[in-house]
């Protein structure tokens, strides 16, 4: 009994200890291809769309401009409940689970060298087929495990839109 303890004991650790070898692989290709940079920016630029959207909403409805403080506030929103580091964990999960350690080895080389040896064109082929699938997986993660913010803007814009001071203040401009 206690040479089997002991023997669970040890696949255990040995298997923590693999998972977290690979784990790092993975997170080694997010960081040599820059995905979290990549991810940031998008996340700003929906974010300004998402803004602009409202702002031409509220415009063309209601003939007011949205406050400064509100589009800061929406912007904090999606900041928050878009911040990299809470898919970061989940989208090296997808990576682990979709490339083999030499695929994403041979990326990493790739992404940090830009370039590959000829012999390796093959295989990067076959590794770059599977972005299409990875992509999918990554928004499909993405979408389950974040916090949407447009019930937040919709209250905070309807706020705004409902303000008794708002009318006062669309009388005065209009005079």
């Known amino acids: 009994m206690r040479i089997s303890c002991l023997s669970l004991v040890s696949f255990l650790f040995l298997t923590s200890a693999v998972a977290a070898a690979e784990i ?3 997170n080694r290709l997010l960081r040599a291809s820059n995905v979290a940079s990549q991810f940031e920016s998008m996340t700003v630029l929906q974010t300004q ?3 602009r959207t409202y702002s031409s909403i509220v415009a063309i409805s209601a003939d007011v401009e949205l406050p400064q403080w509100i589009k800061k506030e929406i912007a904090a929103c999606y900041e928050q409940a878009f911040a990299w580091k809470k898919f970061e964990d989940g989208i090296a999960q997808i990576l682990l689970d979709n490339f083999s350690k030499d695929e994403m080895t041979l990326l990493t080389d790739f992404y940090r060298s830009e370039g ?3 012999t390796e064109i093959p295989n990067f082929k076959m ?3 599977k972005s299409e699938m990875i992509q999918q997986l990554t928004a499909d993660y993405i979408f389950a495990n974040s916090d ?3 019930e937040h803007d919709i209250d905070l814009i309807l706020g705004f839109l409902t303000d008794p001071q708002l009318e006062s203040n669309k009388t ?3 005079e």
Do not use: H, S, T, W
């Open 116 to 118: 590959l040896p000829p």
């Open 127 to 129: 590794a770059i087929a």
């Open 172 to 174: 005065l401009v209009a």
């Open 148 to 150: 949407g913010c447009a």
């Open 24 to 26: 790092r692989d993975a």
């Open 49 to 51: 769309n998402i803004i």
